[in-house]
């Protein structure tokens, strides 16, 4: 017997045993904000960076609002993380200090996010090189 067809058998059997403890029912996990923000049902807004930041970054950002570094300030942006743009889509995605997950909007879609990033981003730094 060839190893496809040995693992093939295997799985099946092992899909078909029964769970150690299944009569016992699955409790599901409480929610909390940071679960809310990234919860498949929550975040499904897919729309452009422009549009999301508008939505979700603009009113902080543009401005500076509570020591928020403002969009187009390169030198508000300096001194930060080396690893920056990688630590800045986590914080836009899931909040850091003051800064609500998602910009406030938890419907945003992951992608929708990183795109408003990107979008701060390339204002702030016009003459950066795309990856």
């Known amino acids: ?5 040995c693992i093939t ?5 092992v899909a078909g045993c029964p769970q150690e403890n299944a009569d ?11 679960t809310a923000a990234t919860s498949p049902q929550a975040a499904n807004l897919d729309i452009s960076g422009a ?5 979700a970054c603009a009113s902080c950002h543009e401005s500076g609002l509570d ?11 300096s ?7 990688a630590v800045l889509f986590n914080h836009a995605k899931n909040g850091y ?3 609500p997950a ?6 945003l879609s992951d992608r929708s996010v990183v795109a408003a990033a990107e979008h701060m981003l390339s204002i702030t730094y016009p003459d950066r090189p795309l990856d």
């Open 67 to 77: 020591g928020a570094p403002a969009t187009g300030d390169a030198d508000a942006w």
């Open 97 to 99: 200090m003051e800064m």
């Open 79 to 85: 001194g930060r993380s080396p690893h920056w743009e």
């Open 51 to 55: 549009e999301a930041y508008q939505v």
């Open 9 to 13: 058998i295997i799985g099946l059997c």
């Open 102 to 107: 998602r910009g406030g909007k938890a419907e």
């Open 24 to 34: 016992v029912p699955q409790q599901p996990l409480p929610e909390s904000d940071s």
């Open 1 to 5: 017997m060839n190893r496809f067809v």
